[in-house]
């Protein structure tokens, strides 16, 4: 049986999504296209072979599918997952999961109630070098992993009152929205983490409520260290995105604007046949074509729905995730470094401690 869609938010994300709806005719169409603005669901209704009906409120474009992609602002992740799972619909729900603690929990509840599958759209772990980086450090195929380093700088501007200027619409400021994503990935790649800090600033990004620059720090429990520095403010970048993880016989380097996973430093010790002052080995190329491995998580989900499994971005990570956000902007405002000692982070035990 092929699944039916309804895609819930038809912003830009939403239209990234739609871009690599095709990849997936054999298993799915769009059932339905909703947006408070109807200009905006009509235009990516269009851009679908189907042509799928379109709507304004979502509780009507209920009944034209079985799966949902809720791709909404933040504030509304909420009520809108739970109204989908209680009406019996698997939701893939774009992150972060929800605004608060408690409301993460009530979506957790609805998902649990009703039997659904509910998977928390953290792309980035669907990301083929990500993940031979995270089985790399997370085997010590290079010795033990002491520093995770990840840099992303994007020109992230919104006008007027669009709700991720806003710090409660948004649910805080760039670590909270984007950092989310690398916070996630340092606790899927390193462990569980001990200490941290966070300093964030509006300056350069005037926009923004809260932070639009964030420096986060964590050291995890085998002493390693990870950082994410991210700006939504970038009038010029040179690297774009990187991902570095300096292990101690040698450095994983994600060069994302190549789409290669390079090991630098005394190569000839672990690859056989090559030159003894070799001091870089690509791993891993994708080619420049590869983009954002939406691809690669929706198949996940359909997967998860059609086998009843369990998808790796749960839930449960990613309350864990969001926890540690919460607590390093708590010990920001208070001044203090973050002590995540009471967290639970068992969700993550699975990969290894
Ligand atoms: N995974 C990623 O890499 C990534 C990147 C960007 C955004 N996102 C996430 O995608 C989500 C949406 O972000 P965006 O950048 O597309 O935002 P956006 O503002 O471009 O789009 C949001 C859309 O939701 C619509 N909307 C608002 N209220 C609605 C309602 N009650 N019912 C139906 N539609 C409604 C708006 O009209 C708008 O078209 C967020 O959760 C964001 O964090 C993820």
């Given at each position: 049986?092929?699944?039916?869609?309804?895609?819930?938010?038809?912003?830009?994300?939403?239209?990234?999504?739609?871009?690599?709806?095709?990849?997936?005719?054999?298993?799915?169409?769009?059932?339905?296209?909703?947006?408070?603005?109807?200009?905006?669901?009509?235009?990516?209704?269009?851009?679908?072979?189907?042509?799928p009906p379109v709507f304004t409120d979502y509780h009507e474009a209920l009944p034209y599918g079985d799966v949902v992609l809720q791709v909404l602002p933040h504030y509304l992740h909420a009520s809108c997952t739970i109204d989908c799972l209680n009406a019996g619909k698997h939701v893939l729900a774009?992150?972060?999961?929800?605004?608060?603690?408690?409301?993460?929990?009530?979506?957790?509840?609805?998902?649990?109630?009703?039997?659904?599958?509910?998977?928390?759209?953290?792309?980035?772990?669907?990301?083929?070098?990500?993940?031979e980086m995270q089985r790399l450090i997370r085997e010590k195929v290079y010795g033990e992993c002491f520093q995770l380093s990840i840099w992303t700088e994007q020109l992230t501007v919104r006008e007027g009152s669009h709700w991720l200027r806003d710090r409660k619409l948004l649910g805080g400021g760039q670590l909270f929205s984007h950092g989310c994503h690398y916070v996630d990935l340092m606790l899927w790649m390193m462990g569980r983490p001990l200490r941290g800090?966070?300093?964030?600033?509006?300056?350069?990004?005037?926009?923004?409520?809260?932070?639009g620059t964030s420096n986060v720090c964590l050291e995890f429990e085998n002493g390693a260290l990870g950082y994410h520095f991210g700006t939504w403010g970038a009038r010029g970048t040179r690297m774009?995105?990187?991902?570095?993880?300096?292990?101690?016989?040698?450095?994983?380097?994600?060069?994302?604007?190549?789409?290669?996973?390079?090991?630098?430093?005394?190569i000839a010790?672990?690859?056989?046949?090559?030159?003894?002052?070799?001091?870089?080995?690509?791993?891993?190329?994708?080619?420049?074509?590869?983009?954002?491995?939406?691809?690669?998580?929706?198949t996940h989900f359909l997967d998860c729905v059609d086998n009843n499994t369990c998808p790796e971005t749960t839930p449960e990570e990613s309350l864990a995730g969001l926890d540690v956000i919460w607590e390093l902007y708590n010990a920001e405002d208070e001044g203090r470094l973050a002590d995540f000692s009471k967290l639970d982070f068992s969700a993550f035990d699975k990969y290894g401690k």
């Amino acid at each position: 049986m092929k699944h039916k869609l309804i895609l819930i938010g038809c912003g830009g994300m939403a239209r990234s999504h739609a871009g690599r709806f095709e990849d997936q005719e054999e298993r799915m169409e769009v059932g339905a296209v909703v947006d408070v603005d109807r200009c905006r669901a009509e235009s990516v209704s269009a851009l679908l072979p189907n042509h799928p009906p379109v709507f304004t409120d979502y509780h009507e474009a209920l009944p034209y599918g079985d799966v949902v992609l809720q791709v909404l602002p933040h504030y509304l992740h909420a009520s809108c997952t739970i109204d989908c799972l209680n009406a019996g619909k698997h939701v893939l729900a774009e992150k972060p999961l929800a605004n608060s603690r408690e409301e993460c929990l009530a979506i957790m509840e609805a998902a649990k109630k009703n039997k659904r599958v509910l998977m928390v759209a953290y792309c980035m772990r669907f990301h083929p070098i990500l993940r031979e980086m995270q089985r790399l450090i997370r085997e010590k195929v290079y010795g033990e992993c002491f520093q995770l380093s990840i840099w992303t700088e994007q020109l992230t501007v919104r006008e007027g009152s669009h709700w991720l200027r806003d710090r409660k619409l948004l649910g805080g400021g760039q670590l909270f929205s984007h950092g989310c994503h690398y916070v996630d990935l340092m606790l899927w790649m390193m462990g569980r983490p001990l200490r941290g800090s966070h300093t964030g600033t509006k300056l350069g990004t005037p926009w923004m409520d809260r932070e639009g620059t964030s420096n986060v720090c964590l050291e995890f429990e085998n002493g390693a260290l990870g950082y994410h520095f991210g700006t939504w403010g970038a009038r010029g970048t040179r690297m774009g995105y990187s991902f570095q993880a300096h292990c101690e016989k040698g450095l994983l380097d994600f060069k994302h604007s190549e789409n290669c996973l390079y090991l630098r430093g005394k190569i000839a010790e672990h690859v056989p046949g090559v030159p003894e002052d070799c001091k870089e080995f690509k791993l891993l190329d994708l080619g420049k074509e590869f983009a954002k491995p939406t691809k690669e998580e929706l198949t996940h989900f359909l997967d998860c729905v059609d086998n009843n499994t369990c998808p790796e971005t749960t839930p449960e990570e990613s309350l864990a995730g969001l926890d540690v956000i919460w607590e390093l902007y708590n010990a920001e405002d208070e001044g203090r470094l973050a002590d995540f000692s009471k967290l639970d982070f068992s969700a993550f035990d699975k990969y290894g401690k």
